[in-house]
């Protein structure tokens, strides 16, 4: 695979027909090489570019940034690899990812974040920021060397255990005051996991009736309420992974308003779907947290309008059919949500009038790259910023079909479903990297 190359300055792409954050007239956005150069309705059309985007009135919003998804490379490369994950996240808009440390081997040693990184770099299609564990081998007990991590070339910026809680609290303890001291992030897969033995769904009427397993709420909230006691006394900057209780919304609202520094992501799934699903036993609908009540998919859609949750990550989970057409409690927990989750979110949000374009530009890129501080993401969409972008179209109708997604996985739970929002064309650093509905293809450069 050779070195992807971006547009050198000089090199000029034309961007016509667009609406940055859906307001006003359509404007046409000139690029001169990774940077917005100008971005009016009078750029000169008749002049010749090295390369014209017809924007077809699409919404244009800075480039999605996810906190939160698993690549599976270095060891599960037969369920996605970095470049089938790229390819996944540009089809979604994205333009940076954080891949979580649960690959094989861990992620607990900078050799494999390096490498994470590079082959990220490779691809060129998003960039690719590894995560590193909170504790070597994800086994709770040593902490890693955060600091030789962040010095790697990868220059890795936040740590989780994700997949596992980080239960133990002085371990915990330590954690929180060694990234504070780094001024790294850490990232807790909040789950008591003396409370989850054995458990697959949620625990309720439906699993009961089900004769499923409960993984009951407590399992999460006791560890949300214990971290952001952690955060309030030792500092730093924690971050609670795929909120999916509204328990866990009303601890995170009390500690914003104590001033507590702490962030919170929710996914997609969690936002639309519940444990209503679980009728039909398909291990597609199984994943940790698992899906709750529409008491709580309501809680978080508010929580995510009023701020009390700051970001949508997918957690784009990719798994074989070995691991997901089996007996539901034998499924590995886990859902594709990389290439799915703009029109989730649109459908949710926006179609019905909750919110707005700029809400999702927040939301899905603003303040990921904010919490994560990735300086050249979600800029806002103005002249000198770089041409880190996605256009949306808002008004395409599409079939989500696991078969076609570029995932190397088809564990998607919106199989079948129909969305009215789709990603028209992403751009890192002025270079497309999808374009409706087809992915660049590195190794074929
Ligand atoms: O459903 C999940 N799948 N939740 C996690 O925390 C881990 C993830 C995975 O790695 O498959
Ligand atoms: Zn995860």
Same mark, same amino acid.
């Given at each position: 695979m050779t070195e992807n190359t971006f547009p050198t300055p000089g090199t000029f792409t034309l961007i016509t027909d667009v609406r940055p954050y859906g307001e006003g007239e359509p404007v046409n956005v000139l690029l001169d090489g990774g940077v917005i150069a100008e971005m009016d309705h009078t750029v000169d059309k008749s002049r010749t570019y090295h390369q014209r985007i017809d924007g077809r009135g699409a919404v244009l919003l800075p480039g999605l940034v996810d906190m939160h998804v698993h690549l599976r490379? #270095?060891?599960?490369?037969?369920?996605?690899?970095? +470049?089938?994950?790229?390819?996944?996240?540009?089809?979604? *808009?994205?333009?940076?990812?954080?891949?979580?440390?649960?690959?094989? #081997?861990?992620? $607990?040693?900078?050799?494999?974040?390096?490498?994470?990184?590079?082959?990220g770099r490779a691809a060129g299609l998003c960039d690719v920021h590894p995560v590193g564990s909170i504790t070597k081998g994800l086994k709770g007990e040593t902490l890693t060397e955060f600091g030789m991590m962040t010095r790697g070339d990868a220059q890795v910026r936040m740590f989780s255990d994700d997949g596992r809680c980080?239960?133990? %609290?002085?371990?915990? /303890? /330590?954690?929180? @005051?060694y990234a504070a001291g780094l001024d790294?992030?850490?990232?807790?897969?909040?789950? @008591?996991? !003396?409370?989850?033995?054995?458990?697959? =769904?949620?625990?309720?009427?439906?699993?009961?009736?089900? *004769?499923?397993?409960?993984? %009951?709420?407590?399992? @999460? &909230?006791?560890?949300?309420?214990?971290?952001?006691?952690?955060? !309030?006394d030792y500092g730093g900057r924690m971050h609670i992974c795929h909120a999916s209780t509204a328990g866990s919304a009303e601890l995170l609202r009390w500690a914003k308003s104590q001033g507590v520094k702490i962030s919170a992501e929710v996914t997609p799934h969690h936002l639309l779907l519940t444990d209503a699903k679980l009728d039909t036993y398909d291990g597609v609908y199984r994943v940790n947290p698992p899906l709750r009540e529409d008491s709580d998919t309501a809680a978080l859609r508010q929580a995510l309008l009023d701020g009390?949750?700051?970001?949508?990550?997918?957690?784009?989970? %990719?798994? *074989?059919? &070995?691991?997901?057409?089996? @007996?539901?409690?034998?499924?590995? #927990?886990?859902?594709? *949500?990389?290439e799915t989750s703009l029109a989730v979110i649109a459908e949710i949000f926006v179609k019905p009038g909750l919110a707005d374009w700029r809400f +999702?530009?927040?939301?899905m890129s603003e303040r990921p790259a904010e919490i994560t501080r990735l300086a050249d993401h979600g800029r806002p969409l103005a002249v000198g910023e770089p =041409?880190?972008?996605?256009?949306?179209? $808002? $008004?395409?109708?599409?079939?989500?079909?696991?078969t076609q997604l570029a995932s190397k996985s088809e564990n998607t739970p919106y199989e079948g479903m129909t969305y009215s929002t789709r990603v028209a064309a992403t751009l890192l650093r002025g270079r497309v990297t999808a374009r409706d509905g087809v992915a660049e293809n590195p190794l074929s450069e």
């Open positions: 490379e #270095p060891g599960r490369e037969d369920t996605e690899t970095i +470049v089938t994950g790229s390819q996944a996240a540009a089809l979604g *808009g994205f333009t940076a990812v954080f891949t979580m440390a649960n690959t094989q #081997p861990v992620t $607990d040693q900078p050799v494999i974040a390096d490498s994470v990184w590079h082959k980080v239960n133990d %609290p002085l371990v915990m /303890r /330590r954690a929180v @005051e790294v992030l850490l990232a807790q897969h909040a789950e @008591e996991h !003396r409370l989850t033995e054995g458990a697959v =769904a949620h625990e309720g009427e439906n699993a009961a009736r089900l *004769g499923l397993r409960g993984w %009951p709420r407590v399992a @999460e &909230e006791s560890i949300v309420a214990r971290d952001i006691l952690m955060t !309030r009390t949750i700051d970001v949508v990550a997918t957690d784009h989970a %990719p798994h *074989g059919s &070995e691991d997901k057409c089996v @007996e539901f409690d034998q499924a590995k #927990p886990g859902m594709l *949500g990389l +999702v530009a927040k939301v =041409a880190n972008l996605t256009l949306v179209d $808002d $008004d395409h109708t599409w079939t989500v079909d696991g």
